[in-house]
Every structure is written in structure tokens, then in C-alpha cells.
């Protein structure tokens, strides 16, 4: 099946600094990338949805310039986390839309913000 | 039995029982639903999905029920191995994939 990979999988961070998460489609072409937060024992939420070459599109709630979303082609999508803080500290699952409709998930990205 | 934890409700069976997991979902429009496992430490993994149009849909050992009427999905799981014990999410589609709650799976010998 398709294949989506996310890098690093692990991250440690200093308050304050900004933290960024690649989300790539490796053998398909994704026009649309979600990019979703899950906290311990918790569901996966929506934080925004990006489309190749357009601004994302975020959920109620998410600051769109703490968490910046760059969807440059149609394989890569990134997650920035600005000046990021422990309450940051979250596992971040990407995802990735084919033609076909077809979503697939990446592995997750554990950030602990110190 | 079920218990409620402190965000995952959690089923315990026994290794060979038939597992059912419920969810309920909310928007009356979404046009297609999709079972995930979730193992701990990985992204959701794919099980089976069912289309708004139908009731049943069957897959290897794995069988998802959709009443629209009440607004309810469930997963069966025959023969529960101990490798089926994950975090398994229901989702639905409309426009966007929203993930409801998750029901943690506990298998024992």
C-alpha cells in the first residue's frame, strides 16, 4: 500500500524554540495533507488541512501562526511549530490524500517540548 | 467487560472470543466511515471502511456494522488474537476524516 513517512519521529525541544515535521508521500501524490494532534489517551484531532500550493486551512482553535503549514509539492507537507512550549508537547500524525481519495497516515511525531 | 478509563474506555477479552466495538458518530451527512487500529507509539493503521450506502461489509476476520438510523458503527473482531490488542478508532468522512473517541482492546491469554 501507499506509503507516508514523517521525520523525526522523536523530537526533545527547549521552550521557546521552534520545531519543524516533515510529512512526505512516498510513492504517490497527495494533494491534500492533514496534519492531526493526539494527546495521551486521546483521539487523534484535526489541526488543519493543506493543499499543494494553497494556504492551509485550520480548525477551530489552532493558532495558524504558532503551528505554520507549508504544502510545497505534492509529496512534501511541513508542521512548524513556532516557539513552541511544554503544552506543545503532543504526538503529530500526518496524513496523506491520494487521487484515488484514499488517506493514509504516517507514523506520528513525538515532541516533548522541555 | 467494559470499564471506562480515564479518556479510553477499555474491552478486555479472552484470546478466541469475538470482540465488538462500538462508536457513535455525529454528523447525519458523512458519506463514509473507516475503522483504524492504533498500535501505541504508531500512526492509525487501516482496517476496513464502509460506504453510507450500505449496512455490512466484511473483510478478513474483521466485519463493521453501520446503522445510520441511530447514528452507530461497530467493529467485530472474530477469533481475538493478542496481536488485535491496540487503541481502535472509528472515523468518519464528510469533507474532512473526524476520528471519534477509541476503545482500547485488551486481549489476554
Redesign the interface.
Known sequence: GAVVSQHPSRVICKSGTSVKIECRSLDFQATTMFWYRQFPKQSLMLMATSNEGSKATYEQGVEKDKFLINHASLTLSTLTVTSAHPEDSSFYICSAKSRLETQYFGPGTRLLVL | GESV????PTLSVQEGDNSIINCAYSNSASDYFIW?KQES??????IIDIRSNMDKRQGQRVTVLLNKTVKHLSLQIAATQPGDSAVY?CAEVYN???????TRLAVHP
Open positions: 478509563g480515564l479518556h479510553l483504524y507509539g504508531k500512526g492509525p493503521q487501516f478508532f474532512k476524516l473526524i476520528f471519534g473517541a477509541g
